[in-house]
């Protein structure tokens, strides 16, 4: 046998790593995991870098998002997952948790790869909500991190600047260039003004996902248009760069 476990992951997933596994082995890895980002994310701090973790939003194409372990504890508490307080709530304690945990720049909320083809009306409210309802968490907690938002698209369909109408402006907005990088940036981010908003265009390519080659000029070029004021990645706050999607 090569490998004492069948996951390629970090030593802070050795204690387990899925749903299936009993509760105390998961909150063993997230305890793990804590104690990793705490050295990882300080050591970042110290050297002036920024750092970000988040999760992606529950929607109505992805209700699996909540674990189930604590849909079944809502459900024991008599508390509807779809409540915003409750919402509020959940994030509250996930915020808190990460104060005592470790150090922290941007906690981000990501919607799923779904929007880059349709989203529905209903599925922005909810977004929307959830956003808000995390918005108002951080206040509550008194937490030292900002929000933002990122997924596959800027925002929903119906208007890719949505959200900088939606959200307040201490939230950042942020979004991947589509079609795993050919796409160029989102030309929505030259249209809103007065926000912190990052373009992430993609460092590798690998539209067959079993070729990936870096492409550093894509960063490059990036940067270079931020620079020059060409496109609308010069009216992003500074470009990020997209790599490790294996």
């Given amino acids: 046998m090569l ?57 109505q194409k992805q209700a699996g998002v909540w674990p189930t372990a604590v849909l079944e504890r809502l459900k024991a508490r008599k508390k509807d997952p779809a409540d915003p307080a409750v919402v509020r709530e959940i994030y509250e304690a996930m915020f808190q948790r990460i104060m005592m945990t470790h150090p922290l720049d941007y906690y981000w909320l990501w919607t799923c790869e779904t929007w880059r083809g349709k989203n529905t009306a209903e599925e922005t409210t909810e977004v929307v909500g959830h956003c808000n309802a995390a918005h108002e968490a951080i206040q509550r907690v008194g937490a030292p991190f900002r929000l933002a938002t990122s997924g596959w698209v800027l925002g929903p369909q119906e208007d890719r600047t949505a959200y900088d109408r939606l959200l307040p402006k201490d939230i950042a907005v942020s979004s991947i260039n589509s079609e795993l990088g050919h796409n160029p940036v989102e030309p929505a981010y030259a249209r809103i003004q007065g926000r912190e908003k990052r373009a992430i265009p993609w460092m590798e390519d690998d539209m ?26 010069a009216s992003c706050t500074v470009p990020l760069a997209d790599h490790g999607y294996r």
Avoid at 3 to 19: K, L, N, V
Avoid at 211 to 217: A, E, S
């Fill in 3 to 59: 490998f004492d476990r069948d996951d390629a992951g970090s030593e802070a997933m050795a204690a387990g790593s899925s749903q299936s596994t009993p509760v105390d082995r998961q909150n063993a890895v997230f305890n793990h995991c804590g104690t990793m980002y705490r050295e990882a994310f300080g050591f970042a701090r110290a050297l002036g870098v920024k750092t970000c973790v988040g999760t992606e939003v529950p929607s």
């Fill in 208 to 233: 067959a996902l079993a070729d990936p080659q870096h492409r550093d000029g894509r960063g490059q070029t990036a940067i270079a248009d931020h620079r020059s004021g060409r496109a609308a990645t």
